[in-house]
């Protein structure tokens, strides 16, 4: 798995909050500076799949895809609030 401050190479100080191309958890890295959360600020896939209306197996495919930020805690996954924040903030293009 692919450190979460080095995504494609670059750091995530060089990539852009809204680069399409960043992971979700260079994104989050990009736009709060850490990795670090409080318990309390940590989602489990249940309850994000609820607050989303999709099934736990959508946002499973979603951490393994990198699509979505985790923390991997024993066999579980922990989502960051943040994470969750920054996968729903929408991608802003130039043309």
């Given at each position: 798995?692919?450190?979460?401050?080095?995504?494609?190479?670059?750091?995530?100080?060089?990539?852009?909050?809204g680069d399409?191309?960043?992971?979700?958890?260079?994104?989050?890295?990009?736009?709060?500076?850490?990795?670090?959360?409080?318990?309390?600020?940590?989602?489990?896939?249940?309850?994000?799949?609820?607050?989303?209306?999709?099934?736990?197996?959508?946002?499973?495919?979603?951490?393994?895809?990198?699509?979505?930020?985790?923390?991997?805690?024993?066999?579980?996954?922990?989502?960051?609030?943040?994470?969750?924040?920054?996968?729903?903030?929408?991608?802003?293009?130039?043309?």
């Amino acid at each position: 798995m692919t450190p979460l401050n080095v995504v494609n190479g670059k750091s995530t100080k060089e990539m852009a909050i809204g680069d399409p191309q960043a992971s979700a958890p260079a994104r989050v890295l990009a736009a709060t500076g850490q990795l670090a959360t409080p318990a309390a600020d940590l989602l489990t896939v249940s309850e994000v799949a609820t607050r989303w209306r999709v099934s736990k197996m959508t946002v499973y495919r979603m951490v393994h895809s990198e699509q979505l930020a985790a923390i991997r805690i024993g066999h579980s996954f922990r989502i960051p609030r943040a994470g969750v924040e920054a996968f729903l903030q929408p991608v802003t293009r130039s043309t």
